[in-house]
């Protein structure tokens, strides 16, 4: 099973959608690892965003991510990282298709509702910055037989 990082952005909370984002992931299929409300700081967002330090947009990002906490949730599923990623949408939640994530609930680039892994490789380096090994859950949701077929475990 793959575990992907998924931060619900300070505009998930300041417009209450936490737990209709959680639930459409729930609902899914997808696994809750590990789930914990953090306070950003500069230097975790200078390593997050590094990518990005060139922009002209990287304090208005940076800004905008701590100016509430935010909720930092491991993700856990088969093909976890693409799932998320489809259910999610378009970064700019103008071009995200309706029945996603931000093509439901969003209308900008930044404020687009969730960050999300882009690679397995990514998933395993994001969730190593934000989640300590102690913070990450393994147990096996009673329904499983319900979610993938037996040849898919």
Known sequence: MEKTLVLLKPCTLQRGLVGEVISRFEKRGLRLAGMKMMQLTDEILNEHYAHLREKPFFQILKDSMMSTP??????????????????????????????????????????????TSDSLENA??????????????????SNLHYLYALDEL
């Open 70 to 115: 935010v909720i930092a949730c491991c993700l856990e599923g088969i093909d976890a990282v693409n799932t998320v990623r489809a259910m999610s949408g378009a970064t700019n939640g103008r071009n995200a298709v309706p029945g996603t994530i931000r093509g439901d609930y969003c209308m900008s680039n930044q404020q687009n509702i969730v960050h």
């Open 124 to 141: 395993a380096i994001e969730l190593a910055r934000f989640f300590k090994p102690e913070e990450l859950f393994d147990y096996t949701p």
